[in-house]
C-alpha cells in the first residue's frame, strides 16, 4: 500500500504537467523546448474543431442505423403463452404461481434485450411491461392471490404495446 500513493500521486502530477504545458500556449500542441517531467513523448492531438486530411466516409453498417429484433420467436411465443395461463388461472390456487411466472418471463426477456449488442426494437415498451407485471405480481402476492382488474388491464396494454413496437401482429394479449 504504501508504494500505491507514490505512484498516484506522480500520475497527477504528470497530468498537471502536461495539461499545463498544453493549456499554456492557447493551441494544440505543445513546445518542444518546454520542459516537461514525462520520460516519453506525447503526440499533439487535433482539436476537436479541426478536421482530419480527407478520411473517406466509412460505410454505416445497417444494424447501427436501426433497432435490432434481440428476442426471438420462442421468447416472444413463452411470454405470450405465460400471459394466457395468467389469465386462465384467475380464480385458482395456482394463481399467483402462473403470475410469478409470467413475471419471471418477462424479466428474463427484458434481461437478454438489455445483454444484447446495439439497441433492440421495443426496448421501452418491454421496461413498461416488466414494470406493470412486477405490479401485478406484488398486488396477487399482497392481495392473497387476487388483484384487481385495472392491474391486469395494465399488464394487457403494456404486453400488447410492446408486441407492436417489435412488429409481431400474430399475438395479442387480451384480459379474462
Wanted: with cysteine; hydrophobic share 40%; net charge negative.
Amino acid at each position: 500500500m504504501k508504494f500505491i500513493r507514490p505512484i498516484i500521486l506522480s500520475a497527477a502530477a504528470l497530468a498537471v504537467t502536461l495539461s499545463a504545458a498544453g493549456c499554456s500556449q492557447g493551441s494544440d500542441t505543445v513546445d518542444a523546448a518546454a520542459p516537461s517531467s514525462a520520460s516519453s513523448s506525447v503526440s499533439p492531438r487535433p482539436s476537436a474543431s479541426s478536421t482530419p486530411a480527407s478520411t473517406p466516409a466509412e460505410p454505416v453498417a445497417e444494424s447501427s442505423r436501426a433497432e435490432n429484433e434481440c428476442l426471438g420467436e420462442m421468447r416472444v411465443g413463452i411470454i405470450s403463452m405465460g400471459w394466457e395461463l395468467v389469465v386462465a388461472s384467475q380464480g385458482a390456487g395456482d394463481h399467483g404461481d402462473m403470475v410469478e411466472s409470467f413475471n419471471e418471463s418477462v424479466k428474463d426477456a427484458f434481461d437478454s434485450n438489455e445483454n444484447s449488442v446495439g439497441p433492440c426494437r421495443g426496448n421501452v415498451e418491454l421496461a413498461e411491461l416488466q414494470f406493470q407485471s412486477q405490479v401485478l405480481a406484488t398486488h396477487v402476492l399482497i392481495e392473497d392471490g387476487t388483484a384487481g382488474n385495472e392491474y391486469y388491464a395494465e399488464v394487457v396494454d403494456s404486453g400488447n404495446a410492446w408486441f407492436e413496437a417489435i412488429e409481431r401482429d400474430d399475438y395479442e394479449m387480451v384480459d379474462s
